[in-house]
C-alpha cells in the first residue's frame, strides 16, 4: 500500500509540475516582455541559459515590484524588492549554461496594482589576474563581475582607483557571498580583503554607488598573513596605525563564553575577526565609543581567534589601544 501511494505521489507531483511550467511564460535572454500585476496576483516565468555568465532579471516602470528567483525544482534561490531602478526588482546570479530558472513577480504588497516590464540578460565574467590593472567605465545601475584566482594562501585584496565612487561585493566559487565594501579606499574607492586559499576562485562584482557613472580601475593582489601579535583576555596592546596598514593580533580563550575585542581612541579603526583557519566571523566599524571598532563572539573554549585591524580608510593613521575581554 505505501508503495502504491509512494507511486502516485511521484505521478501526482510530475503531473503538476509539467503544468507549471505549461503555465509559465517564457522569457528568452536578451530580450523583455510587458506585464501586468492585479492586486494579490503572481506570474510565473521561465528561463533558460543558453551560455554560462550572470544572469540579471530586473522589472521596468512605475509599478512597486517584488521578484522572487527559483532553481527548476521551486527551490528558493534569491529574492529582491527595490534593486533596480525606483521601485523595481533585480536579481542577479552566477549561472551554468543549459541552466532553467523560475521567476516569480508579484506586486510589493496585496494591494499593488499596475503594469511593467521584464527583462533577462547574461553578462560575462572577465579574468582578473593577480597584479594586472583593468580599467574601464561604470554606467550607473550596472554590475560589472569579475573572477579572481588564489595561486597561493594570503589575503587576497580587490580594489579600485580613480575619482569614480565605487562599491565591491566579494562571493566564492560557488556565489556565496563573503564582504562588501564602499569607501574602504582611497577616497570614494573600495577596497576588499579576503583570506583566500591557493587554487580557489573569487567572483567580485564592481558598481557605482549610488547614482554615480564613470571611469574606474581594479586591481587584484595577495599577500601572505604576518604572524600575529598575542593578546590575552584582560590584556590590552598599544600601537599606531600607519596610513594603509594592517595589524594582526590573536587572542587565546581558556573557557567558553562572550569574547570582547575592542579599540578605543581617537584614530577612526576597523576590525575583522577570524576562526583560526582564517574564517571570517565578523567585522565591525564604529560599534564602540566614537570612531571605534568593537566585536563580539561566542567563544568556545581552549580556541584561538584571531583579529585583524587597519584604519577605516587607507589614509587613516594614528595611536590605538586595542582590548581582549571575556564577559
Given at each position: 500500500?505505501?508503495?502504491?501511494?509512494?507511486?502516485?505521489?511521484?505521478?501526482?507531483?510530475?503531473?503538476?509540475?509539467?503544468?507549471?511550467?505549461?503555465?509559465?511564460?517564457?522569457?528568452?535572454?536578451?530580450?523583455?516582455?510587458?506585464?501586468?500585476?492585479?492586486?494579490?496576483?503572481?506570474?510565473?516565468?521561465?528561463?533558460?541559459?543558453?551560455?554560462?555568465?550572470?544572469?540579471?532579471?530586473?522589472?521596468?516602470?512605475?509599478?512597486?515590484?517584488?521578484?522572487?528567483?527559483?532553481?527548476?525544482?521551486?527551490?528558493?534561490?534569491?529574492?529582491?524588492?527595490?534593486?533596480?531602478?525606483?521601485?523595481?526588482?533585480?536579481?542577479?546570479?552566477?549561472?551554468?549554461r543549459?541552466?532553467?530558472?523560475?521567476?516569480?513577480?508579484?506586486g510589493?504588497?496585496?494591494?499593488?496594482?499596475?503594469?511593467?516590464?521584464?527583462a533577462?540578460?547574461?553578462?560575462?565574467?572577465?579574468?582578473l589576474?593577480l597584479?594586472?590593472?583593468?580599467?574601464?567605465?561604470?554606467?550607473?545601475?550596472?554590475?560589472?563581475?569579475?573572477?579572481?584566482?588564489?595561486t597561493?594562501?594570503?589575503?587576497?585584496?580587490?580594489e579600485?582607483?580613480?575619482?569614480?565612487?565605487?562599491?565591491?561585493?566579494?562571493?566564492?566559487?560557488?556565489?556565496n557571498?563573503?564582504?562588501?565594501?564602499?569607501?574602504?579606499?582611497?577616497?570614494?574607492?573600495?577596497?576588499?580583503?579576503?583570506?583566500?586559499?591557493?587554487?580557489?576562485?573569487?567572483?567580485?562584482?564592481?558598481?557605482a554607488?549610488g547614482?554615480?557613472?564613470?571611469?574606474?580601475?581594479?586591481?587584484?593582489?595577495?599577500?601572505?598573513?604576518?604572524?600575529?601579535?598575542?593578546?590575552?583576555?584582560?590584556?590590552?596592546?598599544?600601537?599606531?596605525?600607519?596610513?594603509?596598514?594592517e595589524?594582526?593580533?590573536?587572542?587565546?580563550?581558556?573557557?567558553?563564553?562572550?569574547l570582547?575585542?575592542?579599540?578605543?581612541?581617537?584614530?577612526?579603526?576597523?576590525?575583522?575577526?577570524?576562526?583560526?583557519?582564517?574564517?571570517?566571523?565578523?567585522?565591525?566599524?564604529?560599534?564602540?565609543?566614537?570612531?571605534?571598532?568593537?566585536?563580539?563572539?561566542?567563544?568556545?573554549?581552549?580556541?584561538?581567534?584571531?583579529?585583524?585591524?587597519?584604519?577605516?580608510s587607507?589614509?587613516?593613521?594614528g595611536?590605538?589601544?586595542?582590548?581582549?575581554?571575556?564577559?
Open positions: 500500500m505505501k508503495k502504491k501511494l509512494l507511486f502516485l505521489s511521484v505521478i501526482l507531483v510530475f503531473v503538476l509540475g509539467t503544468v507549471f511550467a505549461q503555465n509559465a511564460q517564457e522569457l528568452r535572454i536578451g530580450t523583455s516582455v510587458n506585464g501586468r500585476i492585479d492586486a494579490g496576483q503572481e506570474t510565473w516565468f521561465i528561463i533558460r541559459t543558453t551560455q554560462a555568465g550572470v544572469l540579471s532579471i530586473e522589472t521596468h516602470g512605475n509599478t512597486d515590484t517584488y521578484m522572487e528567483l527559483y532553481d527548476a525544482q521551486r527551490n528558493l534561490i534569491k529574492e529582491n524588492d527595490d534593486g533596480g531602478v525606483d521601485f523595481n526588482a533585480k536579481i542577479e546570479v552566477v549561472a551554468a543549459g541552466t532553467t530558472y523560475l521567476v516569480k513577480v508579484r510589493f504588497s496585496s494591494d499593488v496594482v499596475g503594469s511593467y516590464q521584464i533577462a540578460n547574461m553578462e560575462n565574467i572577465s579574468d589576474r597584479g594586472n590593472l583593468q580599467r574601464g567605465n561604470i554606467e550607473s545601475g550596472r554590475g560589472y563581475w569579475f573572477r579572481v584566482r588564489a597561493s594562501n594570503g589575503i587576497l585584496t580587490v579600485t582607483t580613480g575619482d569614480t565612487d565605487t562599491y565591491l561585493e566579494i562571493y566564492d566559487g560557488d556565489n557571498y563573503i564582504t562588501e565594501d564602499d569607501d574602504g579606499g582611497e577616497g570614494f574607492n573600495a577596497k576588499v580583503d579576503v583570506l583566500a586559499n591557493s587554487g580557489s576562485t573569487y567572483l567580485v562584482r564592481l558598481s554607488y547614482d554615480n557613472s564613470g571611469p574606474y580601475q581594479i586591481r587584484a593582489s595577495i599577500r601572505n598573513v604576518p604572524a600575529p601579535t598575542s593578546l590575552s583576555p584582560g590584556s590590552f596592546f598599544n600601537g599606531n596605525i600607519a596610513a594603509g596598514q595589524y594582526w593580533f590573536s587572542v587565546r580563550t581558556s573557557a567558553r563564553g562572550r570582547v575585542v575592542e579599540t578605543t581612541g581617537n584614530t577612526d579603526t576597523y576590525l575583522f575577526a577570524y576562526s583560526d583557519s582564517y574564517e571570517l566571523l565578523a567585522q565591525d566599524d564604529d560599534g564602540g565609543d566614537g570612531y571605534n571598532a568593537r566585536i563580539v563572539l561566542d567563544a568556545a573554549a581552549n580556541r584561538t581567534y584571531l583579529f585583524r585591524l587597519r584604519g577605516y587607507t589614509s587613516e593613521e595611536p590605538y589601544r586595542i582590548f581582549a575581554s571575556m564577559e
